[in-house]
């Protein structure tokens, strides 16, 4: 079983997600949520980044956060899955581990 | 001994922020101390930031705040023989291992010989170390 | 599974602790085990009983001592953590020779070795901080 990487913060604001997608290991997943759902939009100066690690990892995306943010589904990168709380769960339950990215 | 039913975890201890500009440098080593007790298979790694809380020659008479680096030496004490260090937020620093303090342990299993405990690592090596850890605690 | 939830930030400054809320209910909903809830850092703050956030909205300290109270959960705030910060239970305060405590109800006040047997007794340990 894989790490289930989470990244709170908007890589705007923190280089946690640069981190993680440099320390990801390969077929790991990464969560975002909170301020880190930011990461996950189309069109910003870290989508290509985003875009080319998901050659390697699973990405995930915390519906209600996104929302909170005023932000549609429709700007979430291209095969970024949104899920909600539960879906939280269950990531961390199909996971060996999880390393929260503060 | 804390007496965990014989379960033996590998714990790994996440740090990525300077020190004494939060406490979370500070509060993360307590947990390593009192971790000790419990037997379990420890990692520490230091990553981005992080790595500044290994220098040498911390001097924080002028800002009022408690040295607590030499804690840092005392680690092989508390059976902490794996701290690791990201060799990229090094060098992204302008920092090497010699900016770094000297961490050792004694190897009861070898005569209670003195080694090195700090390991300078680059990503792949790090990234698979990280990977095979059962429980991460980041602060 | 068996969950430890780590929160290491106080209550409204950072989202954590309604994360950390928002998915121990959906643990729970999934009949999902929470073992235990540990307060490290600013999270001590979470415990205080003198908070009067706005009747407009959530009263954080409130939901996590209701959620105790539903669930039998056990919500730890680490007492180094909290001595630094002012938060004394009755004991804490007697100890200390203060005049007064500010634990509110649901939560204890222990030591570090609760974060670590967390980690070694719980299937995961998920962590809610800055």
Same mark, same amino acid.
């Given at each position: 079983?894989?790490i ?48 080319q ?23 979430v990168?291209n ?24 | 001994?804390?007496?965990?039913d ?21 509060e ?6 009192? *971790? @000790?007790?419990? /037997?379990? +298979?420890?990692?520490? #790694?230091? =990553? !981005?930031?992080g ?21 840092? *030496? @005392?680690?092989? /004490?508390? +059976?902490?023989?794996? #701290?690791? =260090? !990201? ?33 300078? #690592?680059?990503? !792949? ?15 | 599974?068996?969950?430890?939830i ?34 490290y850092?600013d ?22 001592s ?5 669930y ?9 953590a ?39 007794q ?9």
């Amino acid at each position: 079983m894989a790490i289930l990487h989470t990244v709170n913060k908007s890589p705007f604001e923190r280089n946690a997600l640069g981190s993680c997608l440099r320390l990801a290991k390969k077929g790991s997943s990464v969560l975002l949520f909170e301020d880190g759902v930011i990461g996950a939009m189309q069109n910003t100066k870290y989508s290509g980044k985003v875009a080319q690690a998901m050659e390697h990892l699973s990405f995930y995306v915390l519906g209600p956060d996104i929302k909170a943010r005023g932000l549609g589904d429709d700007r979430v990168i291209n095969g970024i899955n949104i899920i909600d709380y539960d879906g939280f769960v269950d990531l961390t339950t199909e996971h060996n581990a999880v390393q929260s990215w503060l | 001994m804390e007496d965990g039913d014989g379960v033996v975890k590998k714990f790994c201890y996440i740090n990525r922020k300077a020190p004494y500009g939060t406490i979370y440098a500070l509060e993360s080593l307590e947990v390593v101390l009192i *971790a @000790a007790a419990f /037997d379990q +298979d420890i990692s520490l #790694v230091f =990553v !981005d930031d992080g790595v500044y809380q290994l220098t040498q020659g911390q001097d924080t008479a002028g800002i009022g705040m408690k040295n607590f680096s030499r804690t840092y *030496a @005392a680690l092989g /004490d508390y +059976d902490v023989k794996k #701290v690791y =260090v !990201d060799r990229e937020s090094l060098e992204e620093r302008g920092l090497s291992i010699d900016d770094l303090q000297t961490l050792k342990y004694e190897d009861e299993d070898d005569d209670w010989a003195e080694k090195d405990s700090l390991f300078v #690592v680059a990503r !792949d090596e790090l990234s698979t170390i990280i990977d095979a850890q059962d429980v991460i605690l980041s602060f | 599974m068996k969950f430890g939830i780590v929160i290491n930030e106080g209550p409204y400054t950072h989202q954590s602790s309604d994360s950390a809320l928002q998915f121990v209910k959906a643990a729970i909903s999934k009949g999902h085990e929470i073992f235990r809830v540990f307060f490290y850092h600013d999270g001590v703050n979470n415990g205080t009983s003198l908070g009067v956030p706005p009747q407009d909205d959530r009263n954080l300290t409130k939901e996590w001592s209701a959620l105790a109270t539903q669930y039998d959960l056990d919500l730890v705030v680490c007492v180094a953590a909290a001595q630094r910060r002012g938060m004394l239970d009755e004991d804490e305060m007697k100890r200390h020779g203060k005049s007064a405590h500010n634990l509110a109800a649901g939560f204890r006040i222990s030591g570090l070795g609760q974060l670590v047997e967390a980690g070694i007794q719980a299937d995961r340990l998920v962590t809610f901080g800055d």
